[in-house]
């Protein structure tokens, strides 16, 4: 079982920037992806961004957050982090990152998860 945790959320006035981070333990394995997704009050969890881990590709949501968001990870730290610029109103959420073994966008394909670090923006 991989264990997550999660940092770096926080009010922020829209227009600021927030960088989320994911640190990572425990069993790890040769080839995973981690992702981010958000819940916002009221609304189901979706997808933000994911990243490959062992090559480091990595892939959005569309139209969404492409463009403001960056996903990126540090090897050496196990660490994963989500950059957010340019944050909206609408960004408000509790953010998660997530490990699986495949590539998706789906919460179903990812099997471990962090506790959760909420995100306000204010207007």
């Known amino acids: 079982q991989v264990q997550l945790v999660e940092s770096g959320g926080g009010l922020v006035q829209a227009g600021g920037s927030l960088r989320l981070s994911c640190a990572a333990s425990g069993r790890t394995f040769s080839s995973f992806t981690m992702a981010w997704f958000r819940q916002a009050p009221g609304k189901e969890r979706e997808f933000v961004a994911g990243?490959?881990?062992?090559?480091?590709?990595?892939?959005y949501a569309d139209p969404g957050v492409k463009g403001r968001f960056t996903i990126s990870r540090d090897n050496a730290k196990n660490t994963g982090y989500l950059q957010m610029n340019s944050l909206k109103p609408g960004d408000t959420a509790v953010y998660y990152c997530?490990?699986?073994?495949?590539?998706?966008?789906?919460?179903?394909?990812?099997?471990?998860w962090g506790q959760g670090t909420q995100v306000n923006v204010s207007s």
């Open positions: 997530a490990v699986g073994t495949v590539t998706s966008r789906s919460e179903r394909a990812f099997t471990s």
């Open positions: 990243i490959i881990w062992s090559g480091g590709a990595t892939y």
